[in-house]
């Protein structure tokens, strides 16, 4: 019986270190990043408080009523490399629904910084009703009800593109940081119920995905493997759409093609995922 109670005591010792040790090595690998004292993508001179400056930049609920002029070719072509938005600041050129989006510096070059590690849980961003107000009117409560269904998605809509259907939309991008994710991804066919598609690429992963999220749920529609994009370098995304047929590109190599069940049809933005920390930089659509 001694025996048997020993036994039984060390097993039960043997449970709880295992339990502890796969515990400890979540924390290490799969917790959510923290927060940095200072954040890397501001210049040094208004370095002094980088967690300050994002608080300040998302405690404003409106745009400013100025709004950066983006490029255009003939009104079909239109073009937003950041280099007009105000460092430290939130975008005025896109509307930040979830997460915190800043404008900041990569090597001299002014860059969209989506910054995952201050939003443990994932929100809404600041001055979201205001934001879904202009961009969808009367039916932004809609909007808004949909888009806390996607707390853990953080997405930035383009004012300047009011609707795509056919054309090509593009983007470069750097991903930083993350340790759940280091999502890059480019946003489309965004309805006024919060429904979309994201194309997105993923260094952690290097895969390519087109994932539909649609009355709450997150679906994978296509999935490529074997997409490299390493961290800290910058890659070219690219979506193609004609009709009904979704083409994404990679570094100008085709990865990816899908025919959707419906014409596409809505507003377009950029996207990422929990924890990301991701530069992007022209972002470009050009319409059919």
Request: aromatic share 12%; net charge positive; glycine share 8%.
């Amino acid at each position: 019986m001694k025996s048997k109670t020993i036994k039984i005591t060390l097993m039960a010792v043997a449970i709880v270190a295992s339990a502890t040790a796969g515990f400890m090595l979540y924390q290490k690998h799969f917790n959510w990043s923290q927060p940095p004292s200072q954040a890397e993508y501001l210049p040094a001179e208004t370095r002094k408080s980088g967690l300050d400056m994002i608080s300040k930049a998302n405690a404003a609920t409106t745009a400013p009523a100025a709004q950066p002029t983006p490029k255009t070719d003939n009104g079909k072509s239109t073009l937003d490399d950041f280099s007009t938005e105000t460092v430290g600041a939130m975008p005025v050129s896109f509307a930040a629904a979830v997460g915190n989006w800043i404008i900041g510096v990569d090597n001299g070059n002014q860059v969209l910084v989506v910054d995952g590690r201050k939003w443990s849980q994932g929100q809404a961003s600041a001055g979201l009703a205001d934001k879904a107000r202009a961009l969808y009117g009367e039916r932004y409560a809609e909007f808004l009800d949909n888009v806390k269904a996607y707390a853990y998605y953080p997405f930035a809509v383009c004012r300047q593109v009011d609707n795509f259907s056919n054309g090509e939309i593009s983007v470069r991008f750097k991903a930083i940081a993350g340790r759940i994710d280091q999502g890059a991804g480019i946003l489309f066919d965004l309805k006024t119920n919060g429904d979309y598609y994201a194309i997105r690429a993923n260094p952690l992963e290097n895969n390519l995905v087109l994932w539909r999220f649609k009355h709450g749920r997150r679906s994978s529609v296509s999935w490529v493997r074997n997409v490299n994009t390493p961290s800290r370098k910058w890659h070219d995304l690219k979506l193609k759409v004609a009709g009904r047929v979704i083409t994404g590109y990679v570094n100008n190599h085709q990865f990816l093609q899908y025919k959707l069940p419906a014409p596409v049809s809505g507003k377009v933005g950029l996207w990422t995922k929990a924890d990301s920390v991701v530069y992007f930089d022209d972002y470009r659509v050009r319409k059919d």
